[in-house]
């Protein structure tokens, strides 16, 4: 499983880009980049996956570096309701664990 | 689609006593996992299923028995709760057999505390 790193807390701004950093420099090439997200005590949220092209969905998008080393996952216009934790994982490509850090708690404030 | 359903939302237990938390999935996912979060932690693996029959053990197995009888149901069991396992617990579900390109769907989590 590679290990992840990702800063402890974010603040952005109502409305502005949100990009949250993810450095995984463990992580093997078939294993796959996941981002969840976490609102108060709900169960955790998919938000967004990728292997080594850029993805983007309706919710966010996920940058990987070349070298697949790290990653950033940016939220185009933030608002109040993205406050929240935000996990970066690379479940094992044998196993499919999920394993979580302390993710990034990000504020959005007005 | 009911997703992954987890009973009870919330349990209070003394010291000693067994329960089996459930829950349920109805999307014929092969792998299900169970995970605590403990306030202001992040979320720790307890036991996990690649499929009907077989579970292994996660980061936190102590103290938690699982089984994997049916692909839709994974009960979690605890023998003799602890005060140590009061947390909220989650249960995961994804399509995957091996393969990691399938996202995780998770429920709405079980709060346990242990008197």
């Known amino acids: 499983d590679a290990k992840t790193t990702q800063p402890t807390s974010m603040d952005c701004a109502e409305g502005r880009a949100a990009n949250l950093p993810c450095n995984h420099s463990t992580i093997s090439g078939n294993e796959y980049v996941y981002w969840y997200r976490q609102i108060h005590s709900q169960g955790p949220q998919y938000i967004i996956h990728?292997?080594?092209n850029n993805e983007t969905n309706e919710m966010a998008s996920l940058i990987i570096t070349e070298d697949r080393k790290s990653s950033t996952l940016i939220l185009p216009h933030a608002t109040l309701r993205d406050t929240a934790v935000y996990y970066c994982i690379s479940p094992s490509s044998n196993t499919g664990k999920l394993i979580f850090g302390q993710g990034t708690t990000l504020q959005v404030k007005p | 689609n009911a997703g992954v359903t987890q009973t009870p939302k919330f349990q209070v237990l003394k010291t000693g006593q067994s329960m089996t938390l459930q829950c349920a999935q109805d999307?014929?996912?092969?792998?299900m996992s169970w995970y605590r979060q403990d306030p202001g932690m992040g979320l720790r693996l307890i036991h996990y299923s690649v499929g009907a029959g077989i579970t292994d053990q996660g980061e936190v197995p102590n103290g938690y028995n699982v089984s994997r009888s049916t692909t839709e149901d994974f009960p979690l069991r605890l023998l003799s709760a602890a005060p140590s396992q009061t947390s909220v617990y989650f249960c995961?579900?994804?399509?995957?057999?091996?393969?990691?390109?399938?996202?995780?769907?998770f429920g709405d989590g079980t709060r346990l505390s242990i008197l």
């Open positions: 999307m014929n996912h092969e792998y």
């Open positions: 990728g292997l080594k």
């Open positions: 995961a579900s994804s399509p995957m057999g091996t393969s990691s390109n399938q996202p995780q769907h």
